[in-house]
């Protein structure tokens, strides 16, 4: 009888207590839903009044606002790299975005922020350089474009050993970057390295010329049969021969053999019209016998000019030219250095 009471009696607390339970749980959802509907009411108003946005700031200060930060990001992160010549890009400072409820009529500017931000990119470009002999010639975009241009002007040009380079090179300097396309360089670099060759070519015919006292002798004279040779013996002078003689018909142009400065023009004795030509270092060449001359004292020259012309005014037997070279003024063979 006992136990039954007492099972009675927590039987009862059990159900005072389940209806406890049920009362509350009903009075938490009725708060709940009404928090949920207070709470959207307010998200709401708040839509209606406001928008999510990203404010973007470069240092602190804020530069413009942007309405979607990962469409944004990836939109200038394209442009960038997409940009001619890009090889890697850093940022000085890196913009800050942060998400924020403003007023409606707030207008974006997205082009204006960019514009900030690719204030503060560091570009590196990179390009490929094409060089002879370390002299630039060109620059192009790849090292595609490079190798085709080099390799076909060595088709071009094959019984030359050309050292073209092709060098890679980067820059921040925007305005660095002049390339041109595969024909326009190629074109470029054929004028450029013909050019070149024929300095080479020049250089090595100065380099090859006689040379009296570091005085280059670049032309001769006149082309004609030698009639006379150095130190010969004559019945017609009274000494050794002091030059070389070169017949050739009368009126033809005497060309001076070196840049000089003309200091005897005029008839003189046995010589008859005879051109001095001071080449400096000690080094005089004399033209005598000639018809006519065309210079006179103090006029510059420079070789292959025309002094005068073939005669045979003086001690002569024909038309010829009486050719000499002195050095320090001593009379030495011409044909140590011309007409070999």
Same mark, same amino acid.
Do not use: C
């Given at each position: 009888m006992v136990a039954?009471?007492?099972?009675?009696?927590?039987? #009862?607390?059990?159900?005072?207590?389940?209806?406890?339970? @049920?009362?509350?749980?009903? +009075?938490?959802?009725?708060?709940? /839903?009404? #928090?949920?509907?207070?709470?959207?009411?307010?998200?709401?108003?708040?839509?209606?009044?406001?928008k999510p946005i990203y404010e973007v700031s470069i240092s602190g200060e804020e530069v413009g606002y942007v309405q979607n930060k990962e469409a944004f990001v990836e939109n200038l992160k394209q442009e960038v790299e997409q940009g001619k010549n890009v090889?890697?890009?850093?940022? +000085?400072? @890196?913009? +800050?975005y942060e998400l924020k409820f403003v007023d409606r009529n707030l207008e974006t500017n997205e082009e204006e922020v960019a514009s900030k931000i690719e204030e503060n990119l560091v570009i590196t470009y990179k390009y490929y350089e094409i060089a002879l002999n370390d002299e630039e010639l060109q620059k192009v975009d790849t090292i595609d474009e490079a190798e085709e241009v080099v390799n076909?002007?060595?088709?071009?040009?094959?019984?030359?050993?050309?050292?073209?380079?092709?060098l890679e090179k980067f820059t921040q300097n925007e305005e660095e970057l002049t390339t041109e396309d595969v024909e326009v360089a190629k074109a470029d670099i054929q004028t450029k390295v013909t050019e070149i060759i024929?300095?080479?070519?020049?250089?090595?015919?100065?380099?090859a010329l006689p040379d009296i006292n570091g005085i280059k002798l670049a032309v001769t004279p006149i082309s004609g049969k030698i009639t006379s040779r150095y130190g010969v013996s004559s019945s017609i002078r009274s000494s050794r021969h002091t030059g070389l003689d070169i017949s050739a @018909?009368?009126?033809?142009?005497?060309?001076?053999? #070196?840049?000089?400065?003309?200091?005897? #023009?005029?008839?003189?004795?046995?010589?008859? /019209?005879?051109?001095?030509?001071?080449?400096? /270092?000690?080094? +005089?060449?004399?033209?005598?016998?000639? /018809? @006519?001359?065309y210079v006179k004292a103090g006029t510059e020259v420079k070789a292959g000019d025309v002094i005068a012309e073939v005669g045979s005014t003086g001690n002569s037997t024909g038309p010829h030219l009486h050719l000499e070279i002195r050095v320090n003024g001593k009379h030495i063979n011409p044909q140590l250095y011309l007409y070999k």
């Open positions: 039954l009471k007492k099972l009675n009696k927590k039987g #009862a607390w059990i159900y005072i207590l389940n209806k406890k339970l @049920k009362y509350y749980t009903k +009075e938490i959802f009725k708060y709940f /839903n009404i #928090a949920i509907i207070g709470l959207g009411f307010i998200t709401a108003i708040i839509l209606i009044k406001y090889d890697t890009v850093d940022l +000085e400072e @890196k913009p +800050e076909e002007i060595k088709e071009e040009i094959p019984d030359k050993d050309l050292d073209l380079t092709i024929e300095k080479q070519e020049e250089q090595e015919r100065i380099d @018909k009368k009126g033809t142009p005497i060309k001076v053999v #070196a840049d000089g400065t003309v200091t005897f #023009a005029k008839y003189n004795g046995s010589y008859g /019209n005879l051109v001095k030509v001071d080449h400096g /270092n000690g080094v +005089e060449t004399w033209y005598a016998h000639t /018809n @006519k001359m």
